[in-house]
């Protein structure tokens, strides 16, 4: 049989039993990726509470594997994350073939995960689909164990090695899960490449047909109903998301029905109800007016723009004054730079923890003085410039009427008094001037608030294992690559705000702003300005192709 002949009989039954399948599939995804996520989240804060550790960044990374207990327990809720996936896996395979031959036997035979040697087949297809999750089992957790870009490019680009075999252990990853699947379905490996291949494009050209109709008319609505734009806009955003879900839960379903075609497929299609289309159409509509009202109060508030180090692209050498200078000629909301105490017990701007990056010297902040620190040049980008103090730097940045956002480098170095001192020198000075504070450092947060409660103080987290912390913290300032609607949720429910860092593509740019954080932390300020522009702006068929980009995986 050719390959579209098998993906014609495949697409026949999944329409002949449409509604069972819906129901089944959509159950398993409320229970895999919406109340296990909750439920793991809850443990996971009960424990690392008890265990003095509230969220995970990477400062506090060292910390973590040097207890045990800390340790056991997050690897304890990885296994339990990678169970949860696991189980759904079994679930939808095992379902879908129940369901196809109309032998629905219950969940619990569901469970049977002993068949077709589901566990190694579910690892290597688990690993193998990380980077793209999309077609095929997708399950939340792959997004939320990505690590930010930066660290993940910085660490490649200096071990060029590593990048190289990575490469290598993927694609062979890639053969032997499509070998696998070759192995379950008796096809030859060419014939299941190819039918794989039309499978992934038969997705993608239903994600073009449903996102060129929504374009087709929003451009209609932008030219001919321009007060009614915006609220029409909302619902077809809804419309977006619903044909993002759709297409995924599509291929999921032609993945599992393709993945065990010796199963005895059914010719008769599951008994038709009424009422499936009646909650579906329900279900659709309130959906769609969620969504619209979503849309509508992301165009009411305009995110803060924040340049991050001080910098806005290659206009200057990080955390220093001709920076600064060249910075706030863009209007940024706020400057976001880095603080480090000093051997006299004083504040340095800088970022690093040492000086080998930007002065090729090795020495720590902590080691010299502020007078010997000024008197060091830094060079970046072919620009250079002399490092300075906080107090130079806070003095310009006040005569430009610039706002600040300070980070409290908290290094095993640094003084248990320098928040403190840090506080009641400038703590009063940042809160006239509108300026803020934030930190990986708990207790440097919770400094801040005893010393000075009116001022706006953020905690700084790279990952999202547990949820939203419980903190005294104003607001949380989160690696973007990590950022999902439920933690949105959580905050908004905390009346909390979120800063997202550091976003510095368009597509990365645009998938934070249909998340709606209170801030953007970036190294190039021009592009941020020129996305919110468009995302402000009435041309909300461009707005929606900027989201559809972002659905179909395009992000960086």
């Known amino acids: 049989m050719g390959t579209w002949r098998q993906l014609w009989t495949s697409n026949q039954n999944l329409r002949r039993h449409w509604g069972p399948l819906l129901g089944f599939f959509t159950i398993v995804w409320l229970l895999s ?56 896996f079994v679930l939808l395979a095992n379902g879908t073939r129940q369901i196809l031959s109309n032998q ?97 494009s038969e997705v993608v050209l239903l994600l073009g047909i449903g996102f060129g109709f929504v374009l087709v008319v929003q451009m209609g609505v932008d030219a001919f109903l321009t007060t009614a734009a915006l609220p029409i806009a909302g619902i077809q955003f809804g419309l977006v998301l619903a044909i993002r879900w759709a297409a995924g839960l599509f291929a999921n379903e032609l993945f599992f029905s393709l993945l065990q075609p010796t199963a005895p497929v059914s010719s008769q299609p599951a008994p038709a109800k009424r009422h499936t289309w009646v909650i579906g159409l329900v279900c659709l509509v309130c959906f769609l007016a ?37 910075t706030v000629r863009k209007k940024p909301d706020f400057v976001e730079i880095d603080l480090h105490e000093t051997k006299d017990q004083r504040a340095v701007v800088l970022h690093d923890d040492d000086l080998r990056k930007l002065a090729d010297l090795d020495y720590r902040p902590e080691d010299l003085t502020l007078r010997q620190l000024e008197q060091i040049t830094v060079h970046e980008q072919g620009r250079h410039a002399k490092l300075v103090s906080f107090a130079n730097y806070l003095k310009t940045a006040q005569q430009h009427q ?17 928040t403190r001192r ?41 990952f999202d294992g ?22 949105m949720w959580q905050a908004n429910r905390q009346h909390k705000q979120i800063l997202a860092w550091t976003v510095d593509t368009p597509v990365a740019m645009d998938r934070v702003l249909f998340l709606g954080p209170a801030g953007i932390v970036t ?29 179909m995986g395009i992000v960086s």
């Open 523 to 551: 190294d190039r300020l021009d592009v941020l300005h020129q996305q919110i522009e468009l995302f402000d702006g009435q041309d909300y068929a461009h707005q929606l192709a900027m989201e559809m980009r972002v659905l």
């Open 402 to 418: 610039q706002k600040l956002l300070v980070e409290l480098k908290i290094t095993p170095q640094t003084s248990a008094q320098f």
């Open 104 to 200: 629905w036997r219950g969940w619990r035979h569901c469970l049977d995960g002993r068949k077709h040697h589901q566990l190694g087949f579910f690892a290597v297809w688990l690993l193998a689909s990380l980077p793209v999750c999309g077609f095929g089992f997708h399950f939340d957790l792959m997004d939320r164990i990505k690590l930010p870009v930066a660290a993940m490019t910085t660490l490649l680009a200096a071990h060029p090695a590593l990048f190289l075999g990575l490469v290598l252990v993927y694609i062979g990853l890639l053969a032997l899960a499509i070998w696998q699947f070759a192995t379950a379905t008796v096809r030859p490996f060419k014939e299941t490449l190819r039918l794989l291949a039309a499978a992934g």
């Open 33 to 88: 990726d919406v109340l296990a996520i909750l439920l793991f989240q809850g443990i996971g804060q009960v424990l690392m509470n008890q265990l003095g550790i509230h969220f995970i960044s990477f400062a506090l990374v060292t910390v973590v594997l040097k207890r045990p207990l800390v340790s056991l327990c997050m690897l304890f809720l990885l296994a339990g994350y990678l169970a949860i996936a696991y189980w759904t």
């Open 290 to 326: 969620g969504s619209s009202v979503y849309f509508v109060q992301l165009h009411q508030n305009r995110p803060l723009t924040i340049a991050h180090r001080g910098v806005n692209g290659v206009d200057g050498v990080q955390n220093t004054l001709p920076a600064l200078k060249n």
């Open 466 to 487: 547990f949820g939203m912390p419980q903190t005294p913290a104003d607001f949380l300032s989160q690696a973007y690559l990590t950022l999902n609607p439920l933690l």
């Open 422 to 462: 840090f506080m009641r020198k400038y703590g009063r000075q940042l809160l006239q001037h509108g300026g803020q504070i934030h930190s990986e450092s708990e207790l440097a947060v919770v400094q801040v608030k005893r010393e000075q409660a009116k001022l706006p103080v953020g905690l700084i987290g790279s």
